[in-house]
């Protein structure tokens, strides 16, 4: 039985969807959650949801670090932050994986003051999960991309490493047996790019463990092509927000049309499965939940806006993500490349 | 008079729809065009359709650069090749500016061997232009990128460079008085991003003749916000080429529900003007015509697939170019800055 640490003081609209997802999860699951927060705050809440009190435990913590806090200050002020009690619960052993809506810097920093980077592992990455089109029956129809902006700028071997922790992070949790690995680049030449670029390529390239496709260009981004795409934080976090742009852009066309025109809704399952598909790039941010990789420990950033559908969802990845032993699988494929 | 040198050959549908564009400006402007590549072939190419010989020279080209060549080996072995032949012509002041559609690899490679460029620029810049919503009145409704491509990776003053070239070009070809200039990055605050992000930032804000409105991130991409965007090549090729991706899903969409439905057609007019914003968000890498900025002279690159309508809107806006003075603008923005 997994027990789940959850900073429920951490995001916009905790700590109140933060709890009510909690309580669903312990109805649906068997899984262990441990709230972390304001114990008053949290119980009365649990007492307005239905919920299964053997599933849930209340850890006080007596602080809270703000959304728009800077991360760094708050982090060494507040000791008795909610993000940082419930770190140290995973970190001591008390539970077996994080989830935080909060301060995703503050969550960083929490996480790499209080767990410990698998060996090897030169920089921990930001994932964030995207719904695509798909091209090969059975592949999974949300991609995972990393970095998303842990790591600004990145040396050949730590994208090298991104690939190896996205690949075994989408093995095990999206069940994709071998996940198609892409460096997103500027050309699909191998020898595209800056010079990190090229010689992560090459790297790559001689990887056995891993089904390296080669580069991509932006717009392979929104196709089947990778179920694992690998870049620096800069380029991620930038194509990761214009996805979101232009996602939401999508969802007001496709809210006007919808239900009027058979031809639209016809367009559409034959584009990618349907307006269905659209709602779910539109909302992908907030059902999605990104993992941290790299640390021994796991860590799933659910969106800030996370309403309770979002943080149970990011409770349960956490739960497959620490059960299927991610973290092993990346010290695994670390330790085959040296 | 201005004279535009056009490369007739280069392009996926060269020569024939540049000629025919070509032909197209003889009959509506009285720009001086000068086709160059084979010579039969033109004059061939010029017989089947309307043109005013008044205002069309052909200059002899013996060899083309294919879609497909190695940039670099291709302007080594091709000294005859119509790219190269067009450039000289401009360097030589027998033009004024340069069009192709050509390998945009050896384009920028032919321009960098036989033009100057403007004292105290570092490295010279891609740009594309793209629509987006607009915010205020009389805002441009395409939006300037740069780089997006040509320099991989930049240090601080080259982004600095790159904000002065692109304000210079709004500011004399779309005619926007004062272009709000943006750096493009993972957050709003200032000292985010990257060492060069951040200085640049602290640069561009000390700059008086610059209307510099800060960071802007990735969704701000298709809003109105800025209207020249500055970052490095590898970001801006990226960011532009999943604009172009999803710009193609958005047209497939479109195209299966405006004809039928009036709330879409109201939505989409909500939007950003209607369903030919939308069309023309699909279309913009075909008509919009992207300068390479820090040269002494205009060079306009048109998509490879250009038709007809293209190619005459990319030797409209080198002559407009030229003819108010871009390269001079920016050498004054850059003396300024000095």
């Not at 190896?164 to 047996?177: E, F, L, P, Q, T």
């Amino acid at each position: 039985m997994r027990a789940i640490a959850i900073d429920a003081m951490g995001g916009d609209l905790a700590p109140d969807e933060v709890v009510k997802g909690v309580a669903a999860v312990s109805l649906q699951t068997d899984i262990q959650c441990v709230l972390v927060g304001d114990e008053r705050r949290i119980q009365e809440l649990l007492e307005r949801a239905e919920y299964n009190p053997e599933h849930i435990d209340i850890h006080p913590a007596g602080e809270v670090i703000g959304m728009a806090e800077d991360p760094k200050q708050a982090v060494k002020d507040k000791r008795d932050a909610s993000i940082l009690v419930a770190a140290r619960l995973v970190a001591e052993g008390r539970a077996d994986a994080l989830v935080s809506a909060g301060n995703t810097g503050a969550a960083v920093l929490a996480c790499a003051r209080h767990f410990n980077v698998i060996p090897g592992i030169r920089k921990t990455a930001l994932a964030s999960v995207y719904p695509r089109q798909t091209e090969y029956p059975g592949q999974d129809h949300l991609a995972l991309l990393l970095d998303v902006g842990a790591t600004i700028r990145c040396e050949a071997l730590e994208l090298v490493q991104f690939a190896i922790m996205g690949s075994a992070y989408a093995k095990r949790v999206s069940k994709v047996a071998s996940p198609r690995v892409a460096l997103l680049n500027m050309g699909s030449e191998p020898n595209k790019g800056s010079p990190e670029l090229v010689q992560a390529h090459r790297v790559l390239q001689s990887l056995s463990g891993l089904n390296f496709i080669g580069n991509i260009e932006g717009n392979d981004l929104v196709k089947g092509k990778a179920d694992v795409i690998v870049c620096e934080g800069l380029v991620g976090n930038v194509a990761l927000k214009l996805l979101e742009g232009t996602a939401e852009v999508m969802m007001y066309v496709a809210g006007a049309a919808a239900g009027e025109s058979w031809r639209f809704r016809l367009g559409m399952r034959m584009m990618a499965g349907g307006v269905d598909r659209l709602r779910e790039l539109a909302d992908y941010t907030t059902y999605g939940g990104a993992p941290i990789l790299g640390f021994e420990n796991i860590f799933i950033k659910a969106h800030g806006r996370s309403p309770a559908r979002a943080v149970a969802n990011a409770v349960k990845v956490a739960a497959k993500a620490a059960r299927d032993g991610v973290p092993e699988e990346i010290a695994a494929g670390v330790a085959a490349m040296r």
